[in-house]
Each structure stands twice: as structure tokens, then as C-alpha cells.
């Protein structure tokens, strides 16, 4: 047949009508019944004849008005009445259950329709079929119900909170519809059910976080918040929308976290102070990852840290404090062991807290800071008059030279020299450290009392890497004089051999010192025995020889003599100073000597002479006998050399301790420093030519906080001098204004 | 006389017309007369020592009493800033004597005092007091007092006793108080034997900028000499303990 018969639209249409019944039948369950290819294409056909029928029974619009009146038909008969009937998670199940066949029913549907799909939506400018069925399905439903929808899900969430097991793939169905009812947009979820969603939760918490902070500790409080958002982040694997993980987290935190920080940080016995007492590493690790999440959270975190540590170091220095006041007053001026013992503490307490910052706060740069501050606090102490600047030098001496700590590896002398270095960052005075450090190592070359050319090389290196080449160069230029030294001995011994007439008759080694690398000594006109003078004489010639341009001036303090004492028992050989040697020479030729006359003739000063009398008369070995013979050196006193001296030994070291550097130094120091801010203070206004007082202050501290940090006093005083001198003038208008004068 | 245009020893004064001393007699003629050069030398030789052409210690107590006023009243040093005379004045502990070298410094000042005679010149001194302390050119003046003190020609410090009389002198009648404490600081301190003229300069800033009942206003941080900060300081714990 060729023409094909005109479809009345009712004749149609009860045809679809059966189809429709049918499909609906499906849905409910009745029937087990499907549609065969046949009856499918039927349909399909039905459609595709009444759409493409010549007018006027082309039914193309009343189809598609047709096609949505089925859905509302179904709805309002079927749908809505048996959810309405139906509360809680029954309803919720009906509800998944008629979305479920809704989309059955829609899709079916728009498979008999199709041909609308292909020409007419489009013609017409309409949405298309499955968009239809969802409108429907949102409009009468969706809309109807989604406020007990929203009711029952948020309850049974709260119940699973409470610890209930509950159907997690019922809601996941249930919050899928709230996503695909949006058709793309996320909107209906967010306002029609997450908005509520993050309210209760809110509510939710903050009640229980208003119970816990009262009732709990803080690690336990702490537990449960991260238990809680641990759960939370669980719930939304299961059954959120991912999209609701972020605001959810926030909501949790907010609540348990940032609303109650500062009581929960606080808390008498177990917060954050607490815990840092009782060192419970693991519940401050939950601090920092829960604190870490709320903004500003750490801040307070931090400064308690911070003012822990400033705690236990200021103990330290205290405990320091009372060990050395509570030793005889004669020693108080000499760093001591117990300075040396709260050197390793605090070395100690630095390793304790970086593992802190290191492990428990995954070194966040705020705990680093905080660790950086609080020991610039208490390592700026000092100690019982000593500087920490001298404390750290004297601990190095004390690795460095022989007999220090040779009973530890050399693994741990460099990882403590390693730590001392690191110390040193915390020490403003670092100029100070420098000198002592500098006047240490003098005496550990001089005396050749270095226990390892490898470690004292090492800690330069470390020294460079922290402060610069310039904090070691004058160093190293000492070290490296040494090794001249023995070249240029080497010469002398060779000229001496040459020039037989020349010999002094002594062996007589010579150490020359290049003057800006070495700390200043003062130089006395000791009195030489005759004896060596001629080595001095023969001396001065043969450098003569190698160079005319340079001065040498003789530091005879730190000479060593080996002299024989002939004893009425034996000889024995006496390892002294020069200056002791002078001394116990004067009796070759007087038997007695008074204080007085010895003074006289070495031509010292009393400090040092007192001292070297002290070595040889009241301490181990007594070479002199001493009238009175009281413990101290006093002006009266009369010396005799005591011939029944005797030894098992036949060589021996008569001690001289040191003399008081420590005020030297400082004063050596002091001027350093004074002419370390002129030359800041000239290298600023040279390159600026006008600047103001302020500012030049302030770009003079930093210039030098490398080294030091200067008293703005002082600065003020060497701006003055230097206006004095002509290099800087005040501006005539503007007193806080200085012109640099070329 | 003629006098020979070669000086011995002396810097560069200012001649020209913008002088402050020039502004404090405004308007005075460039151009002196013959007539008045003549009276203004034979006033000057009056007093000079005929020898070495200048108005030695002598000549000038004699030229004061004339004047009738002392030789130590500010009023004289105010007539040798008049002069722009060089740095020639000399303080010991009692006294202030100056000596007027050149006669050209003479003319000078005669000049801008209007005065050729005795009688004038002793009116227009009279004057000067009120004159100076009252004129923008103060400043000038009180810096003028520190230089001419200076009496060997590398120095540039004054020993702290002598500063003493000379604020007394150049600033008793305007800050009383605060030139009583002032000197009374720089008497019992040690830190500063001698003050340079910016300290100088200073003291004049301080008087006149900062509250002298509280110190309020004193910003140590600022560019202050140290000198005031102690002095400061020491005010404060004076008052204090009162």
C-alpha cells in the first residue's frame, strides 16, 4: 500500500494509551511483562505517523502536550499519593524508588516519542523530551516533598553521629536525586538540602563542643575533634556530594576548633603549656595538624611554644647562676666548669626543641621563628659576668686543645663543634665570640696545645659558612702563620749552621707572627737574661736577611724556656715560660730576692709578676722558697731558690695559668666597635649624601647585625665625633638631617 | 695711616651684602663717605696701640669705660659680631677680653652703627642689647659668640667651664632656667670636657624648641647630641626625687 491511512488523533492516542498503561503497569510491579521489538517499534511508529501526517493532522503539538500530561497524570494519580502516605526512611525509600521508575518511565517514553525529539523541540524552540519528564518530576514532585526529604535525611544523619548504623546507600540514592534534579546545575543540592545540611551540623557540634570543653582534657577534646572530622570526611565518601566536603570540614572545624581555641589551648592542666611541660609529643602533634586548618589558629600555638623554651633556657642560665655563685670567691673571674656544663645543656636543649619543631610542628616557619626568638632571649644572658659570647669560646678551647675531650670520637667532637656553630647564630655579640675565640686559639698555636689540625681547620670552615669570610679570615691567617713558621725556622736553622760565629750557644726556635692576624698583646721591656739576649741579636740579623721592611716586636709572655735546675738531689729539667725562666735566672746570680728587687729587675708589671712567682713558689712545684710562706704573693715577700727541691720526674711543666683577658678583650672590642660604626656610618652617608637621623641609625644597625648589635647610644656618639672630624655636617635647616662632607 | 691691604693670618670675612649683620641695620650705604672713613679712623686710633695697629686687652677696658659699660656685658660682644670681627676675643674664668684687630673691622662696625663719634657709639652699644636679642638675626649671633671664642687656630672645642659663662652671657636673659640647669649639669657631668659648636648649636635649638617644664616634646630617637640626652635624663631623675 502506498498511501498511508490518516491517524485520527483519538484513534492514535488510545493506542498510546494502552502502550502507556502497559509501561505503567511495568512500573508497578504487576505484570512481569515487557515490550517486544514489535509493539516498541509500533509505537515509535504511531508517533513518527501522526507527527509527519500533512495538516491538518500533522498532531505534532498536541503529542508533546500529550506526552507531558502523562506524566503529570501519573504523578498526581500514583506518585504523590503513596509518598505522601509515607514518613521517614519509608518515605525516602518510595521516593528513590519513584525517581527510579520515574527515569523508566521517561525514558521509555521518550524512545515512543523520539520523532518529536528530531524535528519539532528544535522547530519550536522547546526542551526536549527527558528534560520535560524531569521538569515534571521536579515540579509536582521534587518540589512537593523536598522539604520532609531534606528533614528525614539530615536526621538520620545525626543519628548515624550518634553512633546508629543507618542505610548509607538510601541516602546516597536520596542525595543523587537532589544533584540530577538540577540537571547539571548544582543549585537544588546547595540550597534545597546542603544549606540546611551545614546549619544542623553546626548546631550539632557546637553542642557537643560545649559539653567536651568543659568536661574533657584537652588531648582528650582534641581527639574527638579529629575522630569527629575524620568521620565527617567519611560521611562524604559515602554519601555527599564532594562538592560538600570542603564547606563541611570548615563548618566541623569552626565549631569544635576555632570557637573554642583559646580555652581549649589554655586549659589549666592539659593544654598547650601543659603539654609542652609533660613533653606529650603526640598530643601536640594533633595540636599543630587540628590548629593548623583554622586561620590564626597557630599563632597561639607558637608563642607558647616560644615562651616555654624561653622558660626552661632561663632556667638554665639561673641554675648556671646559683652553681657558680655558691663556688670560692678567688675563682670567680675564671670561666669554670659549670659555665662549661650549662654550655652542653643549652647545646641539649636546642636538639630537644628543633626535634619539636621538626617533628611535631613539620617545621612550620612560625615554630622555627618562635625557637629563634626564645633563644636570643636567654642566650644574650650570660652567665655569673660572663658573656655566652665567652661561655661558647671557652667550650670550643676546651674540644680543641689537648687533653679536652680526647676521649670522644671524632664523629661527636664534630657534630658538637657542629652545634656550637648553631648557637652562635643566637649570639648578638658575635664580635666578642671572635675575639676570645681568637685569643684561645692563639694560646692552643703558641703553646702547641691543639689536640687536631683536622678539627680546628673544620670549625673555621663552619665558622665561614655561618658568619662569612671575614669572621675567619684573621683566624685562619693564624693557622697558616704556623705553617710559615716552621718553613722559616727551617731557614734559621740553616743560617745558624752557615754562620757558626753567630750561634747563640741556645737552641732558640723563633715563631714569627703577622701582626693584624693575631689578637694585640701587650709588650712589656722584659728584662732579658743575658743569655738570650745574643739569641734576639742573632736573630734580628738573619731576618735581616730575608726582609728589611718589617719591625719585629717580641712577645716574650708566650715564650717557652726549657731551663735545668741543678738541684742538690738531681737535675731536673724545667719546662717554664720565658718570663718564669727571666725570673729563675736572676738566681744564678743572688741567692735572696725580695719581691721588690725581682719587680726591678725583670721590669713587669705587678700582675704579671705576682703570677709568675705564684707558679713557682705556692703551687705544685716549688722551686723558690717563699718568706712568709703564705699562699699569696705579697710586696714583702723574699725569694730563695730551693735547692732540695726534688722530683721522680726528670722533666716537668711548671704551670703559669693565664692572666684576666677577659677585660682586654672586651676593651679590644669596644674600640673594634667603635671603629666599626664610624666606617658603617661613613660607607651609608657617602653613598646617600643627605639622609636622616633615623634612618642612618637604622641602616647602621643592619649593616653591622652581622657582627654585632650596636647600642644606638653609641652611634649617636661616633656621628657626633665624625661632625667633629668634618666628614659629616648637620643641615642648617633640618637638625635630624646630616650631609655627608666629600 | 694709611693702612697696607695685607693681613697676617686672618680668613675670609664676609663683605657683601647679605651679611646678617647688614640685615639687622637694614639699609646701611655701601659707600662711605671720605669724611666718615676719617672720623671712624681717628675714633679708632683713639684706642689703638700705635705699635701693632690694633685695639689690644687695654685699649678696649679703656674704650668701655668710655662706652660706660663693662667689658665683660654681652653688649661688647655684640659690637664685635657688629664688626664681624675675627676670632680674636679670649675668655679666662673672670673675664671677657676682646681685642679689635683690624681697622677695617672698626669701619665696619662703626658703619653699621651709624656712628663717627665717641657719643654715638656709645648710645648705639647701649642699644645693641635690644637691638640683637630681638632681631631674626639672633641665630647668627649666638653662633658668632662660640667661633669668636675660639682662640687657637686648629680648635674646635671650648672646655665646658667657659661655655658655662658664655650661655650665661649670650642666653641668661631669654632662659634663665634653663641656663642655670643647664650649667649646673655640665659642671657636676664628666663625659664631656669640651663642647664642639654643634652641641653648641644645639643648646640654643633646645631652649627654644623644647618644654622646659616637661620634656615632653624631647624625642631622644631624634637627632639630639647625646650631651642633651643625658642632660635630659638627669633632669628628669632630678625631678623626681623632688
Known amino acids: 500500500m502506498n498511501q498511508r491511512e490518516i491517524i485520527d488523533f483519538h484513534e492514535g492516542w488510545k493506542f498510546m494509551q494502552n502502550g502507556i498503561t502497559k509501561l505503567k503497569s511495568i512500573l508497578e510491579g504487576a505484570a512481569e511483562t515487557h515490550f517486544t521489538s514489535e509493539e516498541h517499534i509500533m509505537l515509535y511508529t504511531t508517533i513518527y505517523n501522526m507527527c509527519t501526517q500533512k495538516p491538518p493532522h500533522d498532531y505534532s503539538q498536541q503529542l508533546y502536550d500529550k506526552y507531558k500530561e502523562s506524566f503529570h497524570e501519573y504523578i498526581t494519580s500514583s506518585v504523590l499519593p503513596s509518598l505522601k502516605e509515607r514518613h521517614d526512611e519509608f518515605m525516602l525509600r518510595e521516593l528513590v524508588r519513584r525517581w527510579q521508575n520515574h527515569q523508566v518511565m521517561a525514558r521509555w517514553l521518550s524512545r515512543f516519542f523520539f520523532y518529536l525529539d528530531r524535528y519539532f523541540i528544535s522547530r519550536r524552540s522547546l526542551p526536549p523530551l527527558m528534560e520535560v519528564g524531569l521538569t515534571c518530576f521536579r515540579e509536582l514532585v521534587y518540589q512537593e516533598v523536598k522539604v520532609k526529604v531534606r528533614d528525614a535525611v539530615i536526621s538520620l544523619i545525626d543519628r548515624e553521629r550518634e553512633g546508629e548504623q543507618i542505610d548509607r546507600a538510601l541516602l546516597k540514592n536520596v542525595l543523587d536525586i537532589f544533584v540530577e534534579i538540577g540537571n547539571g546545575l548544582m543549585d537544588f543540592y546547595e540550597k534545597d538540602f546542603e544549606d540546611a545540611m551545614l546549619k544542623d551540623t553546626g548546631a550539632y557540634y557546637s553542642r557537643k563542643a560545649s559539653n567536651w570543653i568543659v568536661d574533657d582534657s584537652c588531648p582528650d577534646y582534641m581527639l574527638k575533634a579529629e575522630n569527629c572530622l575524620r568521620r565527617e570526611k567519611e560521611r562524604v565518601s559515602h554519601y555527599l556530594h564532594s562538592s560538600s566536603e570542603t564547606k563541611l570540614l570548615e563548618k566541623v572545624q569552626h565549631e569544635l576548633l576555632f570557637v573554642y581555641a583559646t580555652q581549649l589551648l589554655e586549659k589549666e592542666q592539659s593544654g598547650c603549656h601543659a603539654l609542652l611541660m609533660d613533653e606529650k609529643v603526640e598530643d601536640l602533634s594533633r595540636m599543630y595538624r587540628l590548629f593548623s586548618k583554622i586561620s590564626g589558629g597557630l599563632e597561639p600555638v607558637s608563642n607558647t611554644f616560644k615562651q616555654h623554651v624561653t622558660a626552661e633556657g632561663s632556667a638554665l642560665v639561673k641554675q648556671a647562676e646559683d652553681a657558680v655563685s655558691q663556688k670560692k670567691t678567688d675563682k670567680k673571674d675564671v670561666v669554670g666548669v659549670q659555665e662549661q656544663v650549662f654550655v652542653r645543656k643549652v647545646i641539649d636543649l636546642h636538639d630537644k626543641f628543633m626535634a619539636y619543631v621538626n617533628n611535631c610542628f613539620l617545621n612550620h616557619t612560625l615554630f622555627h621563628k618562635a625557637l629563634k626568638d626564645a633563644f636570643e632571649v636567654f642566650c644574650n644572658k650570660g652567665v655569673a659576668g660572663s658573656s655566652n659570647a665567652e661561655l661558647l669560646a671557652t667550650f670550643c678551647d676546651n674540644i680543641l686543645k689537648k687533653g679536652g675531650s680526647e676521649k670522644l670520637s671524632d664523629e661527636a667532637i664534630e657534630e658538637t663543634l657542629e652545634k656550637v656553630v648553631k648557637l652562635l647564630a643566637y649570639i648578638g655579640d658575635k664580635d666578642l665570640f671572635a675575639e676570645f675565640y681568637r685569643k684561645k686559639l692563639a694560646r692552643r698555636l703558641l703553646f702547641n696545645k691543639s689536640a687536631n689540625d683536622d678539627h680546628e681547620r673544620s670549625i673555621l670552615t663552619k665558622l665561614k659558612q655561618q658568619c662569612g669570610g671575614q669572621f675567619t679570615s684573621k683566624m685562619e691567617g693564624m693557622v697558616t702563620d704556623l705553617t710559615l713558621a716552621r718553613e722559616n725556622q727551617t731557614h734559621f736553622e740553616e743560617y745558624l749552621n752557615n754562620n757558626p760565629t753567630a750561634n747563640p750557644g741556645i737552641d732558640l726556635t723563633v715563631t714569627v707572627l703577622t701582626t693584624g692576624f693575631w689578637p694585640s698583646y701587650k709588650s712589656f721591656d722584659l728584662n732579658l737574661p743575658v743569655e738570650m739576649v745574643k739569641c734576639i741579636e742573632v736573630f734580628k740579623e738573619f731576618y735581616e736577611t730575608k726582609t728589611k721592611h718589617r719591625k719585629l716586636t717580641w712577645i716574650y709572655s708566650f715564650g717557652t724556656c726549657n731551663v735545668n735546675g741543678k738541684f742538690e738531689s738531681k737535675t731536673i729539667e724545667l719546662v717554664v715560660t720565658t718570663h718564669q725562666a727571666a725570673a729563675l735566672l736572676l738566681f744564678n746570680t743572688s741567692n735572696r730576692l725580695s719581691y721588690q728587687e725581682i719587680m726591678a729587675q725583670l721590669n713587669l708589671s705587678d700582675e704579671d709578676v705576682v703570677r709568675l712567682l705564684h707558679s713557682l713558689s705556692c703551687a705544685k712545684y716549688k722551686i723558690l722558697n717563699k718568706e712568709p710562706s703564705t699562699k699569696v704573693i705579697s710586696p714583702n715577700d723574699v725569694f730563695e731558690f730551693n735547692g732540695k727541691f726534688t722530683d721522680k720526674m726528670r722533666h716537668i711543666k711548671i704551670h703559669l695559668p693565664p692572666g684576666d683577658e677577659k677585660k682586654k678583650v672586651i676593651e679590644d672590642v669596644d674600640k673594634d666597635r667603635r671603629y666599626a660604626i664610624d666606617a658603617s656610618i661613613i660607607r651609608i652617608m657617602k653613598s646617600r649624601k643627605v639622609l636622616g637621623y633615623q634612618q642612618l641609625v637604622s641602616e647602621c644597625v643592619e649593616q653591622l647585625s652581622r657582627m654585632f648589635k650596636p647600642d644606638v647610644k653609641a652611634i649617636k656618639k661616633r656621628i657626633e665625633d665624625l661632625i667633629t672630624r668634618d666628614y659629616l655636617e648637620r643641615d642648617k635647616d633640618n637638625a635630624n638631617l646630616f650631609k655627608y662632607l666629600a | ?242
Not at chain 2, 64 to 82: E, K, N, P, Q, Y
Not at chain 2, 216 to 235: G, R
Request: glycine content about 4%; aromatic content about 12%; hydrophobic content about 35%.
Open chain 2, 1 to 242: 695711616m694709611p693702612r697696607s691691604s695685607s693681613r697676617k693670618g686672618t680668613t675670609n670675612l664676609k663683605e657683601s651684602g647679605n651679611s646678617p649683620v647688614m640685615d639687622l641695620f637694614r639699609g646701611g650705604s655701601s659707600k662711605a663717605s671720605s669724611k666718615d672713613t676719617g672720623r671712624h679712623d681717628q675714633l679708632f686710633y683713639t684706642y689703638a696701640n700705635h705699635s701693632s695697629d690694633m685695639i689690644d686687652p687695654d685699649g678696649i677696658v679703656s674704650l668701655c669705660s668710655d662706652l660706660g659699660v663693662d667689658h665683660t656685658d654681652v653688649r661688647i660682644l655684640m659690637l664685635a659680631w657688629t664688626m664681624q670681627a675675627e676670632k680674636q676675643g679670649y675668655f679666662t674664668l673672670h673675664c671677657c677680653v676682646n681685642a679689635f684687630s683690624w681697622q677695617d673691622e672698626w669701619r665696619r662696625g662703626l658703619k653699621e652703627l651709624r656712628a663717627d663719634s665717641l657719643s654715638k657709639l656709645q648710645k648705639a652699644v647701649l642699644d645693641l642689647d635690644n637691638k640683637v636679642r630681638k632681631s631674626s638675626s639672633f641665630p647668627d649671633f649666638y653662633s658668632f659668640a662660640f667661633r669668636y671664642c675660639l682662640t687657637e687656630e686648629k680648635q674646635k672645642c671650648i672646655d665646658t667651664e667657659s661655655i658655662c659663662i658664655l650661655l650665661d652671657l649670650v642666653l641668661g636673659c631669654q632662659f634663665r632656667a634653663q641656663v642655670d640647669a643647664l650649667t649646673q649639669y655640665l659642671k657636676q657631668q664628666t663625659d664631656y670636657k669640651v663642647i664642639n659648636m654643634d652641641q653648641w648649636n644645639a643648646f640654643y635649638r633646645f631652649c627654644n624648641e623644647i618644654n622646659f617644664s616637661t620634656f615632653e616634646n624631647y624625642d631622644p630617637d631624634l637627632a639630639w647630641p647625646l650631651i642633651l640626652d643625658n642632660f635630659v635624663d638627669w633632669m628628669r631623675l632630678k625631678r623626681d626625687k623632688a
